[in-house]
């Protein structure tokens, strides 16, 4: 958890100066990693204000609401936080737990379907494979992959 809590903070950092330093012809890149910075830092927000997998869900899905009535959700946004979530969500339902308390492990197990599904939705349509979008989000590929593999069988069943 703080892992992927620290490699979210590195990662908006990264991108951050990237941000500063890209010449004036990268600028769709520059404003696509901005973009997924900014939707990392939008599920880290619902993750601080969220007591359950439940209301967790709940704030992702407001937040993208919001993105979109004010026409900021990109689709490179949109992977930001969703593929933020599900790697949050997939991380409390084999904990167990959420902020130490216990998590329902049916509703936990619904919402991290839902996430990873957003999640690999959003990388494809940016064009992006699945096993790159570790890369993508500047997280750990081990982990991050193995936990899309594991969804990715449950979410066929």
């Given at each position: 958890?703080?892992?992927l809590l620290a ?28 973009d997924i910075a ?105 982990t991050f992959n ?12």
């Amino acid at each position: 958890m703080r892992l992927l809590l620290a490699a979210s903070a590195v990662a908006v950092l990264c991108i951050a100066a990237t941000l500063a330093a890209a010449p004036a012809g990268a600028h769709s890149e520059a404003a696509m990693q901005g973009d997924i910075a900014r939707g990392i830092a939008t599920a880290a927000k619902c993750e601080g204000q969220s007591w359950s997998v439940e209301d967790y869900s709940g704030c992702i899905d407001g937040e993208i609401g919001h993105a979109m009535d004010h026409d900021q959700a990109s689709r490179a946004f949109q992977l930001g936080v969703y593929c933020a979530a599900f790697a949050k969500l997939a991380q409390a339902y084999q904990a167990g737990t959420w902020k130490q308390s216990l998590v329902d492990r049916d509703a936990a197990q619904a919402a991290t379907v839902d996430q990873y599904g957003s999640c690999v939705f959003s990388a494809h349509a940016l064009g992006i494979k699945a096993a790159r979008i570790c890369t993508t989000l500047g997280v750990t590929c081990d982990t991050f992959n193995a936990a899309l593999h594991h969804w990715q069988r449950v979410s066929r069943r």
